[in-house]
């Protein structure tokens, strides 16, 4: 099993999943990275190629529409600064996991971004949080979903299994190991978004059967996506509980959204896409009293 926390399934379908009538929308608080020096200078993911570098100015734009969106929500977007030689850095949800008064600052796979850190270990200790970096492989919420009080952590790639068990230690609640096995999916947030805290939408395939079985019993009601929408990284989306925040091209997910009671917003990030990223990547979510 890929469980981490097994006495997390004794209460995985207690409660019944949210009529569609009844979605809410509840205030969050994110973290995003200007795109100043953002480019394809290397190849760190199936999607990159420097040979295709981005066009920044659209980049920027795309990105904005992302910040603004989510500003329009009523919701709370602090900037970290962007630093120069860090193309990546731009994917903020890559730079931590918050909880709290806690952040586990990411340790990254890959030496291109081994610097975003510093980058982050300076943000988080500059507003009083308690603040450590991973001691394993660990890339942020690119690998870590909070879904009410467990975290889904991806493994397989970017993020090794040994640090579900420190996360789980550090912030004190329960992890769900769940393994990637399909290149282009490389980060969780690749391949499963959490719309609420019973509700996620995910592509089985790009997990082990082990993963899908797991998913399956912690989610029933989850809405599954197609190779189409999930190609279209559709999956890379931000939830406010109501409004999904989503790159463009996922018709067929957004249809689902709607049957389910969500609203989807579709966004295009066709030049972050070249890196790899879409609208997850670029939030990083600050989850309860460190977003006060």
Known sequence: ????????????????????????????????????????????????????????????????????????????????????????????????TVWGDRALVARFRHAERDAESAAYLDWFSSRGLHVRQASSANEGEGDYLTAGSWLLAGNGFRTD?????ESEQYFGRPVIGLTLVDARYYHLDTALAVLDEQTVMYYPAAF????????????????????????????????????????????HLVAKLREAGFEPISIDVSELLRAGGGVKCCTLELHGPAGG
């Open 161 to 165: 299994r040994r640090a579900h068990v």
């Open 1 to 96: 099993m890929e469980l981490i926390s097994e006495a997390a399934t004794s209460t995985a379908t207690a409660e019944a999943p949210y009529d569609a009538g009844t979605r809410r929308s509840t205030t969050r608080r994110y973290l995003m990275c200007p795109p100043t020096h953002f480019d394809v200078t290397y190849s760190i993911n199936p999607w990159m190629n420097p040979a295709k570098p981005a066009d920044q100015p659209i980049a920027a734009a795309q990105w904005q529409r992302i910040h603004d969106q989510l500003v329009e929500l009523g919701h709370t977007v602090d900037l970290i600064p962007p630093v120069p030689g860090l193309p990546d850095m731009v994917f903020a949800a890559n730079g931590a």
């Open 208 to 251: 082990t059967p082990g993963s899908q079985a797991i998913l399956r019993e912690l989610f029933p009601a989850a809405i599954i996506a197609s190779a189409e929408d999930a190609g279209a990284f559709g999956l890379n989306a931000v939830s406010d509980g109501r409004h999904v925040l989503m790159p463009a091209g996922a018709i």
